[in-house]
């Protein structure tokens, strides 16, 4: 592992792209969240992050990036999750969550040419708080959502069973605050020219996953999937706030082999500054590589 490589998985990821043909997708981040690495996956040891102190930051904490993906195709654009919104939190001791702050995915679009009025959807991963902020929580200075044009885009079985998720802070103030402009996709649908939802469950009861093609080559969104690209070495680490632990492992090692194939790439939202990789069976080093290493 290289020293940059090595620096990347310490730090959140600022703006990446990659172009799939005619299809435009990039990371637009909002920000970061701390994670001790015991709580979030309970299965590993001190004895694990012992021998992988790469993973860890100085304050002995996992590094996971917030933010959403943005799929442009034409003067169209799709975004995938919204960030935690315009606040920050301290660490929940009741849960396995350290510091948690965001508030720069509009820098972030702005950046990239992007208002938030021109977002005609925003298809979501999961409910759970760090990927709606921005389509709930009010714009600073303002009273409304700065997504709050877009529809919201949820897997059917997500939004049935959206009451499970109170547990994880998303409250039925957040959920009334949706409502109005979610409408339900299901599996296999494609709801962006090129994009196709993918139910999964596992993390949440209608986690989805979002496939996208172009150029000969295709992206998996894989949202929650996975949380760290230590995950890829042990898919049987799940993480502690996993609905259903033992179909969220199931799902990893599925995914794991997706990515392996030629022509796939992966995406995820959360794995520090390697957002974009690969996954290498070679047996040379860790399975994710990052897609620009």
């Given at each position: 592992m290289t020293n940059d490589h090595g620096e990347r998985l310490r730090r959140p990821a600022g703006i990446r792209s990659v172009r799939l043909g005619e299809t435009k997708v990039s990371f637009v981040p909002?920000?970061?969240v701390r994670l001790p690495p015991r709580g979030w996956l309970p299965d590993t040891t001190d004895a694990v992050w012992a021998a992988h102190p790469e993973y860890l930051d100085?304050?002995?904490h996992l590094v996971a990036s917030l933010g959403g993906l943005l799929v442009e195709h034409g003067e169209r654009a799709l975004l995938i999750d919204a960030g935690f919104g315009p606040r920050s939190l301290p660490p929940d001791p009741g849960t396995p969550r350290g510091p948690i702050r965001?508030?720069?995915l509009l820098d972030g679009l702005a950046a990239?040419?992007?208002g938030p009025e021109?977002?005609?959807?925003?298809?979501?991963s999961h409910l759970h708080v760090d990927h709606l902020g921005w389509a709930w929580h009010p714009a600073p200075g303002g009273d409304r959502p700065a997504l709050a044009h877009a529809e919201y885009l949820v897997a059917e079985q997500e939004w049935a069973q959206r009451e499970v998720l109170e547990a994880h802070g998303t409250t039925e103030e957040i959920v009334a605050a949706l409502a109005p402009?979610?409408?339900t996709v299901a599996d296999g649908q494609e709801v962006f020219p090129g994009v196709r939802v993918r139910v999964t469950g596992g993390h949440t009861p209608g986690h989805a996953e979002y496939v996208i093609t172009g150029g000969g080559r295709r992206l998996i969104a894989f949202g929650d999937?996975?949380?760290?690209?230590i995950q890829f070495d042990h898919p049987e680490w799940s993480a502690g706030n996993d609905h259903d632990r033992a179909r969220s492992a199931a799902r990893r090692r599925r995914l794991?082999?997706?990515?392996?194939?030629?022509?796939t790439i992966g995406f995820g939202v959360h794995l520090a500054d390697v957002v974009f990789g690969r996954v290498s069976r070679d047996g040379a080093g860790p399975a994710w590589r990052p897609l620009d290493a």
């Open positions: 909002d920000g970061v100085d304050s002995g965001g508030g720069a990239l040419g992007r021109t977002i005609e959807a925003v298809a979501f402009r979610v409408r999937t996975v949380h760290s690209p794991a082999d997706e990515l392996s194939e030629p022509g």
